[in-house]
């Protein structure tokens, strides 16, 4: 093989890498920008699943709550599928909020009122009930 050959042969491989990393980059490129809009979509969800959050804890301690609203009426309608009881723990998990101590804490707050109101009664320490409905 004469060099002119090997030349030619560094000229093609050359070539042909260029042409290789242009694609790979247009890729990257691509790439890069589907990232950027996936990742801008998940932190506004990030920041709405905060701000219902928040909205909702706010109604978790609200000092007068009325049983109409939402959050109450979707724990009676957890508590409609257990006749045992459910701790305040198990109503968090069942209604897919984070049971973290204080989304726990309010919400049990909030079964304390429903107690109080005597729409649940809490017959064990920490296990609520639907009250029985007298005729």
Known sequence: MNL?????????????????????????????????????????????????????????????????SAPYQQILDVLTTAPAGMRAKAICIALDVEPSPNHVESTRAKLKRMVHRNVLTEDEPGVFTLTSKRT
Do not use: K, N
């Open 4 to 68: 002119t050959v090997i030349l030619d042969l560094i000229t093609a491989r050359e070539a042909t890498a260029g042409h290789t990393a242009d694609r790979l980059r247009e890729q990257i490129t691509a790439l890069t920008t589907e990232l950027t809009r996936v990742e801008g979509e998940l932190a506004a969800l990030t920041t709405t699943r905060t701000t219902l959050r928040a909205l909702t804890a706010a109604e978790f301690t609200a000092d007068d709550p009325t049983i109409a």
